[in-house]
């Protein structure tokens, strides 16, 4: 099954992301995906057959119970799990395929990850978290993005010499997702960003990934146990039992 966002949205001046929204080419696709643990009577599917499509611009929420599969999705869809059968593509890149090693530079080259809680490091000030995934993914620097002009896009430029115990919960995820953003990645995955905040930073949160998928023509697959925020998402699904369905 697909989803693909009707306006796609403009990619920054110095996005990598091509113009159009396709996203075989530029987005994330998974393509009969399955991931199985154990075998015989201990055999555990995990994800059974997925379909997914998001094109750069879209905003896609995953919803269901814990043990769906909820986590396993985002982990093969970035690349830290390789499924049984099925094909993932990232910015037209199988990452399926190829070594560990090449599989992880894609990861830095194309893929962004945000925690619960933004996960930042407890030592670094909100303008070094941003910074720090330059240093892993040198290729990104040209095209990467401007730490402190992230930081001032997601309306923390104001505490960019804050370090992480001296910031709200909402105010990390933000850190968060710009640090995500630095390296001008072309898919976002997203695990329960809204799990540590109150109804109102949820909403600022998720309206902000929002936005930046709009802006940056990244395509953005969101982990939730929220429904409140679905309002903002483009697309919604539900995983049960390793089985994904497109909701409305």
Known sequence: MSATHPSGGAPAE???VALDADPARHGLVLRGVSLQHGDGPDLVRALDEVD????PGELAAVVGPSGAGKSSLLAVAGGLSRPTSGAVLVAGHDMTVGSQRARAALRREHI????????????????????LPLQFAPRRRRAGRDPLELLAEVGMAHKADRRPHQLSGGERQ???????????PRVLLVDEPTAALDRARSHEVVRLLATEAK???????MVTHDHDVLEHCDTVYEMVDGRLSRLG
């Open 174 to 184: 933000r850190v968060g997702i710009a640090r995500a953003l630095v390296t001008a």
């Open 14 to 16: 110095n996005s990598a």
């Open 52 to 55: 997914l499509s998001v094109a």
């Open 112 to 131: 962004g990850f945000v925690f619960q809680s933004g996960n930042l490091l407890p030592a670094l000030t909100a303008r070094d978290q941003v910074r």
């Open 215 to 221: 802006q940056r023509a990244v395509a953005v697959v």
